[in-house]
T-cell receptor, first 108, second 114 residues
């Protein structure tokens, strides 16, 4: 069965304290591993798509990496405005399988 | 640029009433379209997806239905709402761009069935 698991469920960081979020996946015929940011009460905001083990993509303080079983979202020197829920999803032929997200809180 | 419109933003409906949520996409043609439901503390649950006009695939047996009357219009409906239909409903579309698939969401509809 296709499954995506994210850890930790919640994470509190001090401003400037770098960390990583984990996304473990089992998706048959994977056609992309997606990362999103979601603010409360809003729709998810697209961040990255990764396809191949070893692939990396960066955007501002965020860097996403991919292995054959996991993806990591690295947050370097986070700021309070990075506080949000981060979702990952594995895409099959058309279906996206989402994890339950990591709630990130960055304290000033 | 491509945008997605979803409305209404919030909705309170009595049990047994009908439902119609609409989503439209601008700036692209023949998008794949999706309806998701997000319950508190849970991941997004795919409800329906469509790869073209009139083509609907249902992922979860339930009290809801979807239709795609036009290329860039996707509608989520119910004839009689249940309390369990409450949740945050999200429309999404994806496209192949710059050698990669990108998938975008609307701002969601918060549905409360009372």
């Amino acid at each position: 069965e296709d499954q995506v698991t994210q850890s930790p469920e919640a994470l509190r960081l001090q401003e400037g304290e770098s960390s990583s979020l984990n996304c473990s996946y089992t998706v048959s015929g994977l056609r992309g591993l997606f990362w999103y940011r979601q603010d409360p009460g809003k729709g998810p905001e697209f961040l990255f798509t990764l396809y191949s083990a070893g692939e990396e993509k960066e955007k501002e303080r965020l860097k996403a990496t991919l292995t054959k079983k996991e993806s990591f979202l690295h947050i370097t020197a986070p700021k309070p405005e990075d506080s949000a829920t981060y979702l990952c999803a594995g895409r099959g032929t058309y279906k996206y399988i989402f994890g339950t997200g990591t709630r990130l809180k960055v304290l000033a | 640029s491509q945008t997605i419109h979803q409305w209404p933003a919030t909705l309170v409906q009595p049990v047994g009433s009908p439902l119609s949520l609409e989503c439209t996409v601008e700036g692209t043609s023949n998008p794949n379209l999706y309806w998701y439901r997000q319950a508190a503390g849970r991941g997004l649950q795919l409800l329906f997806y469509s790869v073209g006009i009139g083509q609907i695939s249902s992922e979860v047996p339930q009290n809801l239905s979807a239709s795609r009357p036009q290329d860039r219009q996707f509608i989520l409906s119910s004839k009689k709402l249940l309390l369990s239909d409450s949740g945050f409903y999200l429309c999404a579309w994806d496209t192949w761009r710059g050698g990669s698939t990108e998938a975008f969401f609307g701002q969601g509809t918060r549905l409360t069935v009372v």
